[in-house]
């Protein structure tokens, strides 16, 4: 069952993951999106579990300068326009970098207001990819679907988003992303559905961006179970 916008935006607020699914005219995949300030070792060990993709750090083109992110290709040739970035590690706080706690806390470090450049080494294991910043209109995609949500909730524009794919390697259908919706109680929207103007109560709620160490509390106790 598809939620309304607001129920994802609610459900991203309180920290629970969401599956995100893009146009049929586009990819028309599902992604599972959580809002970075929630994204702990449990998040990354449920993506690497169940969705099987890509961990991705979906951030602002600002945040990428801050962060001093160079594109991981000079020429753009990807079909979608997917503008990763080099991939990161977090300079401190990690071991091998590819564990599921060792990329949580490199999310950590990438959006925590306090970093900067310093405070990160290229290559690594997480993956940045830089919204539009045109937003939605310029580019119907997961990653500025997870920049819209967050921002909407009033959090730090930046999530952990991967891609889910069955358990055969193919991308999921949309009865196998139910089925996955359904076992974790993980709420289904349409990108398409956040493209109608905002509602004034969504704009007050991105006036008060949720501190980045109160929403660190959060955790992903909902999905990290299963």
Same mark, same amino acid.
Not at 100 to 127: C, E, K, M, N, Y
Not at 140 to 156: D, F, K, N, V
């Given at each position: 069952?598809?939620?309304?916008?607001?129920?994802?935006?609610?459900?991203?607020?309180?920290?629970?993951?969401?599956?995100?699914?893009?146009?049929?005219?586009?990819?028309?995949?599902?992604?599972?999106?959580?809002?970075?300030?929630?994204?702990?070792?449990?998040?990354?060990?449920?993506?690497?579990?169940?969705?099987?993709?890509?961990?991705?750090?979906?951030?602002?083109?600002?945040?990428?300068?801050?962060?001093?992110?160079?594109?991981?290709?000079?020429?753009?040739?990807?079909?979608?326009?997917?503008?990763?970035?080099?991939?990161?590690?977090?300079?401190?706080?990690?071991?091998?970098?590819?564990?599921?706690?060792?990329?949580?806390?490199?999310?950590?470090?990438?959006?925590?207001?306090?970093?900067?450049?310093?405070?990160?080494?290229?290559?690594?294991?997480?993956?940045?990819?830089?919204?539009?910043?045109?937003?939605?209109?310029?580019?119907?995609?997961?990653?500025?679907?997870?920049?819209?949500?967050?921002?909407?909730?009033?959090?730090? %524009?930046?999530?952990? +988003?991967?891609?889910? @794919?069955?358990?055969?390697?193919? $991308?999921?259908?949309? !009865? /196998?992303? *139910?089925? =996955?919706?359904?076992?974790?109680?993980? %709420?289904?929207?349409? +990108?398409?559905?956040? @493209?109608?103007?905002?509602?004034? $109560?969504?704009?007050? !709620? /991105?006036? *008060?961006? =949720?501190?980045?160490?109160?929403?660190?509390?959060?955790?992903?106790?909902?999905?990290?179970?299963?």
């Amino acid at each position: 069952m598809i939620c309304h916008i607001d129920e994802i935006v609610a459900a991203a607020r309180a920290g629970r993951p969401v599956i995100m699914i893009d146009a049929e005219t586009r990819k028309n995949e599902g992604h599972l999106i959580v809002p970075a300030q929630f994204a702990d070792a449990a998040t990354i060990n449920f993506m690497a579990r169940h969705c099987r993709g890509i961990v991705a750090l979906a951030i602002t083109a600002e945040r990428a300068r801050e962060l001093g992110l160079k594109p991981m290709v000079r020429w753009n040739e990807s079909h979608y326009q997917m503008a990763y970035t080099v991939s990161i590690e977090a300079r401190s706080g990690v071991s091998t970098g590819i564990s599921a706690g060792d990329r949580a806390q490199t999310i950590r470090t990438a959006i925590d207001p306090h970093s900067g450049a310093l405070d990160i080494v290229t290559p690594g294991h997480v993956f940045p990819i830089i919204a539009s910043e045109g937003g939605l209109t310029a580019r119907p995609g997961h990653t500025e679907a997870a920049i819209e949500i967050c921002q909407r909730a009033g959090l730090i %524009p930046a999530a952990a +988003v991967c891609a889910i @794919m069955g358990v055969d390697g193919s $991308m999921a259908t949309r !009865a /196998e992303l *139910a089925g =996955l919706a359904a076992a974790h109680d993980l %709420p289904v929207g349409l +990108v398409g559905d956040l @493209m109608a103007p905002r509602p004034a $109560m969504t704009r007050l !709620a /991105e006036a *008060a961006i =949720l501190p980045f160490n109160a929403a660190q509390r959060g955790g992903m106790r909902h999905a990290a179970a299963g």
